[in-house]
């Protein structure tokens, strides 16, 4: 086997922990700022799963390195192309405007509008989005290939697909944000600071929020995972107690203060039971009419129709649409006054903790 030196070399090309414009140009073509800009390719820690899955691969499956260097390649190549466009952090001057990342909040604070934003958004961060789900996909063959060519352990195996769901909760984070920047309950002065951090998200594409906050919600993902709900009340009593034992101290902190607020409550049962708040209430009644305590998981269908089931997927996939599907219905019944959760549960739960945190910060400002 050859030693680490020779692997290093091999790999250099994908070393890279932030790939800014002066990473792909000539020194005289820049323009030097203090602001620093660009996507991250690989996090330091991801570096570090790229070395040691070629390191594994050269001992148990070298035919497979060419491939994911290729894949690996098409990332960074990726990155170069989206380097050439102006930085989100800076003054710039566009084809008939000028733009500053003062005005950019400001406009994304007042634009009220429902719909799709796509059209709204800079190129940046459109290309950026299509950037981060690449990634995702380039991480999942990783995971792949760690379990089955290159004969790594549960755990090592596991350390991609955490790495691959916490990506897809910085591409979650975006839709997050847009909903919470257009809360007019929310205070003007977390609005900007959310925009502020959805800015910086499609700059990097990478987000520290929720790089603090996605393992919180993987876990409560995977315990909700775990779960045999019996559909009867529908209440989720008993189901809320597994998700919140040895949870995170924020996630016990969000239960204690917003469970009892209806729509809160309503999104925690949506999430809980992969049924709609509709389909929840529609079976409670049915459930109610015909007297039946109780049924299982598989028994849904035969009250609800053939095409509904709930979800037990690990699939990082699955759950994301999921979530889109929560937070269309969302979005519909919001925009026509119906009845139900107008967020989602990730929606509350980040929000909690970023005010959270505001407050912990102001708290701290007066102290000093």
Same mark, same amino acid.
């Given at each position: 086997?050859?030693?680490?030196?020779?692997?290093?070399?091999?790999?250099?090309?994908?070393?890279?922990?932030?790939?800014?414009?002066?990473?792909?140009? =000539?020194?005289?073509?820049?323009?030097?700022?203090?602001?620093?800009?660009?996507?991250?390719?690989?996090?330091?820690?991801?570096?570090?799963?790229?070395?040691?899955?070629?390191?594994?691969?050269?001992?148990?499956?070298?035919?497979?390195?060419?491939?994911?260097?290729?894949?690996?390649?098409?990332?960074?190549?990726?990155?170069?192309?989206?380097?050439?466009?102006?930085?989100?952090?800076?003054?710039?001057?566009?084809?008939?405007?000028?733009?500053?990342?003062?005005?950019?909040?400001?406009?994304?604070?007042?634009?009220?509008?429902?719909?799709?934003?796509?059209?709204?958004?800079?190129?940046?961060?459109?290309?950026?989005?299509?950037?981060?789900?690449?990634?995702?996909?380039?991480?999942?063959?990783?995971?792949?290939?760690?379990?089955?060519?290159?004969?790594?352990?549960?755990?090592?195996?596991?350390?991609?697909?955490?790495?691959?769901?916490?990506?897809?909760?910085?591409?979650?984070?975006?839709?997050?944000?847009?909903?919470?920047?257009?809360?007019?309950?929310?205070?003007?002065?977390?609005?900007?600071?959310?925009?502020?951090?959805?800015?910086?998200?499609?700059?990097?594409?990478?987000?520290?929020?929720?790089?603090?906050?996605?393992?919180?919600?993987?876990?409560?993902?995977?315990?909700?995972?775990?779960?045999?709900?019996?559909?009867?009340?529908?209440?989720?009593?008993?189901?809320?107690?597994?998700?919140?034992?040895?949870? =995170?101290?924020?996630?016990?902190?969000?239960?204690?203060?917003?469970?009892? =607020?209806?729509?809160?409550?309503?999104?925690?049962?949506?999430?809980?039971?992969?049924?709609?708040?509709?389909?929840?209430?529609?079976?409670?009644?049915?459930?109610?009419?015909?007297?039946?305590?109780?049924?299982?998981?598989?028994?849904?269908?035969?009250?609800?129709?053939?095409?509904?089931?709930?979800?037990?997927?690990?699939?990082?996939?699955?759950?994301?649409?999921?979530?889109?599907?929560?937070?269309?219905?969302?979005?519909?019944?919001?925009?026509?006054?119906?009845?139900?959760?107008?967020?989602?549960?990730?929606?509350?739960?980040?929000?909690?903790?970023?005010?959270?945190?505001?407050?912990?910060?102001?708290?701290?400002?007066?102290?000093?």
């Amino acid at each position: 086997m050859e030693d680490k030196e020779d692997i290093k070399q091999d790999t250099s090309q994908f070393e890279f922990t932030s790939v800014s414009i002066d990473t792909f140009f =000539d020194e005289e073509e820049i323009k030097k700022d203090a602001v620093e800009t660009g996507i991250i390719v690989l996090t330091t820690h991801q570096e570090e799963l790229v070395y040691k899955l070629l390191e594994a691969l050269k001992k148990h499956a070298p035919d497979r390195i060419e491939r994911i260097q290729g894949r690996l390649d098409d990332i960074a190549n990726l990155a170069k192309a989206i380097a050439r466009f102006p930085s989100l952090l800076e003054r710039t001057n566009l084809t008939s405007t000028v733009r500053t990342p003062e005005a950019l909040v400001e406009s994304i604070i007042s634009y009220q509008k429902d719909g799709d934003t796509t059209m709204h958004m800079p190129s940046k961060a459109t290309l950026g989005r299509g950037f981060l789900v690449a990634k995702i996909h380039t991480f999942y063959s990783m995971m792949r290939l760690a379990k089955d060519f290159a004969c790594m352990s549960e755990a090592e195996v596991k350390e991609y697909s955490d790495e691959t769901v916490s990506m897809m909760f910085t591409l979650m984070a975006e839709d997050v944000y847009l909903n919470l920047i257009k809360d007019q309950t929310l205070s003007m002065d977390l609005r900007r600071q959310l925009a502020n951090a959805l800015i910086i998200l499609w700059e990097h594409r990478s987000d520290q929020n929720i790089s603090d906050i996605a393992p919180v919600l993987q876990s409560v993902w995977s315990a909700r995972r775990k779960l045999a709900p019996a559909f009867g009340t529908m209440m989720g009593t008993s189901e809320l107690l597994l998700v919140s034992i040895q949870m =995170d101290t924020q996630w016990t902190q969000f239960i204690k203060a917003r469970l009892g =607020d209806q729509d809160v409550s309503h999104a925690m049962e949506e999430f809980l039971f992969g049924l709609s708040y509709e389909q929840i209430q529609h079976l409670r009644e049915i459930l109610k009419q015909q007297q039946v305590k109780a049924i299982g998981r598989d028994e849904i269908k035969t009250y609800l129709g053939d095409g509904v089931k709930t979800d037990i997927s690990q699939d990082y996939r699955d759950f994301y649409m999921l979530y889109t599907i929560r937070r269309d219905n969302a979005r519909a019944r919001q925009r026509l006054h119906l009845e139900g959760p107008k967020q989602t549960l990730e929606d509350y739960f980040i929000r909690f903790v970023l005010e959270q945190n505001k407050e912990k910060q102001k708290n701290d400002t007066f102290a000093k």
